[in-house]
């Protein structure tokens, strides 16, 4: 099954809101084993929506849109998807009466525009919505497939998960299953080289996606038996841990703070952090972290002359030494905060476009690690420099458990 994604917003083409629908059902269908061959986005313009909605149907058996969904004028992804088909919409019974409730429960008069949300055409089924007044529509007609989903990510990953996703499984038959292998420390390119055997495979699929805290590897399998797909992922993922041994940290809705959090707790120890590169990002990790409660005891910004004046380092020393400054911050968050365990990160220039960046942990000696500085991105650096230190300290705790 071929299947298109279509963007729908004048605000998307503007940078006024960043398009996530599109990354999260290109993810959703790569796991249904849908292949998705086109995406685009279009403004709020019957003439051109139609245009693309032209294309589409000429190429794609599956159509996703996403927004222009809403009560206003400019809302024009119904009326457009109607007139394209020939068809015209007739007001729902059923749909005006859930509306109807929607404002009543929260003390509200339902405007006479939102009638519009209450639309169906001979073709369509509609597609609930729990969190909002825009129902969905699935169209099908002449072998081609619809699916029109409102435009806030909230209620457009519900009505997929809900609604879509299922009725997708029922036309793609068989078994489809996904896992989610996760690494850090190495390139994609250095990835992609070294599993070139399995990537190379028609089923099962192995796919690589690049994150903020490392490269993600997706391994879907089709089978006619759940047995023989999770056998066939099985395979595949003992194959990639032996491939890239300690690389990996975690598989599918792991994260890098959750794994660090579920290693401290094990050995009943309590964690601290001290940054200055990268501005509290680690502290915010860290947090949201599940259960950190358990484990973190908080984390602050220090600047180097107050690390090493803590630490009885000479702040005169404008340079400073950054690999005895990080080791101080560590120190001192770890006395401050009266953790077990404390952790820093601190950053210097370095030739060619880098930055180095150094992870002090607990009374080790501060591990250097050296990543590419991109201009103007400092925002994506310090996430970066984050997810290095949490891989350091997780392999740190692994080999301290095991010692």
Do not use: H
């Amino acid at each position: 099954m071929k299947a298109e994604i279509i963007a729908i917003g004048t605000e998307l083409l503007l940078g006024e809101i960043a398009d996530t629908n599109t990354s999260f059902l290109a993810n959703q269908l790569a796991g249904l084993g849908i292949d998705l061959y086109f995406a685009s986005t279009v403004g709020d313009n019957r003439q051109r929506l139609t245009g693309v909605l032209r294309t589409a149907w000429q190429r794609s058996e599956l159509i996703l849109t996403t927004g222009g969904l809403g009560p206003t004028q400019g809302d024009i992804t119904r009326e457009t998807i109607a007139a394209f088909l020939g068809e015209e919409m007739r007001l729902d019974p059923e749909l005006k009466r859930d509306l109807v409730s929607f404002f009543k429960q929260r003390g509200l008069e339902m405007p006479l525009n939102n009638l519009k949300q209450a639309m169906l055409i001979p073709s369509s089924a509609a597609l609930r919505n729990p969190r909002g007044t825009a129902p969905g529509w699935w169209v099908e007609k002449d072998g081609r497939t619809i699916v029109v989903m409102p435009g806030p990510p909230g209620e457009m990953q519900l009505m997929w998960q809900n609604e879509v996703s299922p009725r997708l499984k029922e036309k793609v038959g068989g078994i489809i299953l996904s896992r989610l292998v996760k690494t850090f420390g190495l390139s994609e390119s250095k990835v992609d080289e070294m599993l070139a055997p399995l990537i190379a495979s028609a089923n099962p699929t192995l796919a690589s996606y690049a994150r903020p805290d490392g490269i993600y590897l997706r391994i879907t399998a089709k089978a006619d038996q759940p047995e023989a797909a999770q056998e066939m992922v099985a395979r595949y993922e003992a194959e990639i841990r032996a491939t890239l041994g300690e690389a990996i940290w975690g598989t599918d809705s792991d994260t890098l703070e959750g794994v660090v959090g579920q290693l401290l707790a094990a050995r009943g120890l309590s964690l601290a952090a001290a940054e200055s590169f990268t501005g509290g990002s680690l502290t915010q990790l860290l947090a949201n972290a599940p259960q950190s409660q358990a484990f973190f005891k908080g984390g602050f910004t220090a600047t180097a002359d107050e690390a090493k004046i803590a630490c009885g380092l000479d702040p005169a020393v404008t340079a400073g030494p950054k690999r005895e400054v990080a080791a101080a911050m560590a120190s001192l968050a770890r006395r401050k905060l009266s953790t077990q365990v404390g952790i820093s990160v601190e950053a210097a220039p370095a030739r060619d476009g880098l930055i180095e960046i150094f992870v002090a942990i607990d009374s080790e000696p501060a591990q250097r690690n050296r990543v590419q500085s991109y201009s103007g991105r400092v925002y994506f650096m310090r996430n970066r420099a984050a997810s290095y230190a949490l891989f350091d300290l997780m392999k740190w705790l692994k080999l301290a458990g095991n010692g």
